[in-house]
């Protein structure tokens, strides 16, 4: 089994979709308005904007999650949690062993809280 696709809630679709371009660095593949649905890609899996979806919690890998917390705060994006370390992966079971998991939340245009998380050796 895979995920196919991750429903996240937007109010306001133009600004949801603006905020999401900046944060992946990429547009958007698909818009649909009405019925006010917007599709990006994050890898194999799509992330769907919609007015009507509840809110969802995305994690999503960056390099340093250091680094990219710090660029999006001038960006003027709300931070929600500063970068932690989360724990140390002493296997493959959950993230590289021997690398330290940091991780940072921030808030998107539409309330919803975003995870960011890197890998670190430790």
């Not at 340093?64 to 500063?82: K, S």
């Amino acid at each position: 089994m895979e995920l196919v696709q991750v429903a996240q809630h937007a109010e306001d679709l133009q600004r949801a979709a603006g905020f999401y371009e900046m944060l992946l660095g990429e547009g958007p593949v698909a818009t649909f308005d009405p019925p006010g649905l917007v599709f990006f890609r994050l890898g194999r899996t799509r992330l769907l904007l919609d007015r009507v979806a509840p809110s969802a919690l995305l994690y999503l890998r960056v390099d340093d999650v250091r680094v990219r917390i710090e660029e999006l705060a001038a960006e003027g994006v709300a931070v929600d949690t500063p970068p932690h370390q989360i724990f140390t992966h002493e296997d493959e079971t959950l993230g590289p062993a021997g690398h330290a998991e940091w991780q940072a939340f921030i808030k998107d245009s539409e309330g919803n809280l975003v995870g960011l998380v890197s890998h670190h050796p430790s």
